[in-house]
């Protein structure tokens, strides 16, 4: 499963609004799935640390793995950016989302986001775990991780 970066920045900015459903859908996740995420989510998250380490230290943590996106998923993040110029989309460059997306698709990865709404538009057979669609297993137990200012537990 590929964990958006939005999931992300609530845990490390332990978010008031959303670190709790952010925490409980990433233990409730690794349950059923392998989390990952690709260089796209990485670069994103890292606009949250000041060094590499640390940055490092909370994906460690959180049991994340980073894993490249395919060709295919880069050539299919181009043409999807592509329809969203067509339909009036406004900016210059390929937008994370679409990379993000068009590897789900390729991979055939459920993605784990807040923020669904650009992923259904352009990759609707992409499984969306969301706060609209939320998915929870069973057997979750505890594993601590440590977030910017206290201790979550997934």
Not at 83 to 104: D, E, P, Q, S, T
Request: charged share 20%.
């Amino acid at each position: 499963m590929l964990v958006d970066t939005n999931v992300l920045v609530d845990l490390v900015e332990d978010d008031p609004s959303w670190a709790d459903w952010s925490v409980g859908q990433l233990r409730a996740q690794s349950k059923l799935h392998r989390l990952i995420i690709n260089c796209v989510i990485y670069a994103e998250l890292s606009v949250a640390f000041s060094t590499l380490e640390a940055l490092d230290r909370v994906l460690n943590g959180v049991q994340l793995k980073i894993v490249e996106i395919p060709k295919p998923a880069l050539f299919l993040a181009g043409k999807a950016f592509a329809r969203y110029r067509r339909l009036g989309g406004v900016k210059n460059n390929v937008l994370g989302n679409f990379f993000i997306g068009a590897h789900a698709a390729v991979s055939g990865l459920p993605v784990l986001t807040r923020d669904p709404r650009r992923y259904q538009s352009y990759f609707p057979g992409v499984r969306l775990v969301s706060p609209l669609s939320t998915s929870v297993g069973p057997g979750l137990g505890p594993d601590p991780i440590m977030t910017g200012a206290r201790a979550h537990s997934l």
